[in-house]
């Protein structure tokens, strides 16, 4: 990230990880200064000594705080950035309706959506040679967001919050997939790119 402010935290993310980018797209939203160190999966490079020592769990995202402090799992940066702004709802309820999207997109949409995606742009697997239920998990998925979206343009209490920036992140990936977006669901993703200052990619 190009800034005048010296970076307070160093995320190491691949670029073509949508659990990556939601955490860029928080600090760029928020305006928090990081360095990206590109960590390739495909080329294993969570895999080396190096990174392993920050994460065990050989997984990336993470973030190294300027006191040295380490983070792991998606969700977990954002909420840590995000704490006290405009993009986590003040009333409970809402809250805890955010919460609710934010666990069921690691559960439910990412699990589905993420790995058709990796399989079939990145691996290159063949569609017969996939797990039969995985697409109809897929469309299952973006028909119940499309059915939410249908009398509100964001997940929780008509603003922008984690819970967009959550799902968004894989969902603009998804046609990549051979998916198609439903209606509401990618008039709410171009919304969405819209706020965040991304190009459309759709």
């Known amino acids: 990230m190009m ?3 010296a970076p307070t935290l160093t995320i190491y993310g691949d670029s073509i990880s949508g659990n990556c980018l939601k955490v860029k797209f928080v600090a760029d939203r928020l305006g928090i200064p990081y360095d990206w160190i590109e960590t390739s999966v495909l080329q294993q490079r969570t895999r ?11 997984q990336v995202p993470v973030v190294k705080l300027a006191d040295g ?25 809402a ?13 439910s949409h990412e699990t589905a959506i993420a790995v058709l995606r990796f399989r079939t742009v990145y691996l290159k697997i063949p569609v017969e040679q996939m797990e039969p239920s995985l697409r109809p998990r897929c469309i299952a998925a973006l028909e119940l967001m499309d059915s939410h979206l249908a009398q509100r343009h964001y997940f929780v209490d008509e603003m922008l919050s984690l819970a967009d920036i959550a799902l968004v992140a894989y969902t603009r990936f998804a046609p990549e997939a051979g998916l ?7 008039q709410w993703v171009h919304r969405v790119e ?9």
């Open 48 to 58: 080396t000594a190096e990174f392993l020592a920050l994460n065990p769990a050989g």
């Open 3 to 5: 800034t005048d402010q």
């Open 180 to 186: 198609v977006l439903p209606p509401r669901v990618a």
């Open 69 to 93: 402090r380490v983070l792991s799992q998606s969700n977990a940066i954002m909420l840590y950035l995000a704490d006290g702004t405009k993009i986590i709802p003040t009333d409970d309820f």
């Open 194 to 202: 819209d706020d965040l200052k991304l190009e459309h990619l759709g």
């Open 95 to 107: 809250r805890a309706q955010m919460y609710q999207w934010l666990f069921w997109e690691q559960y």
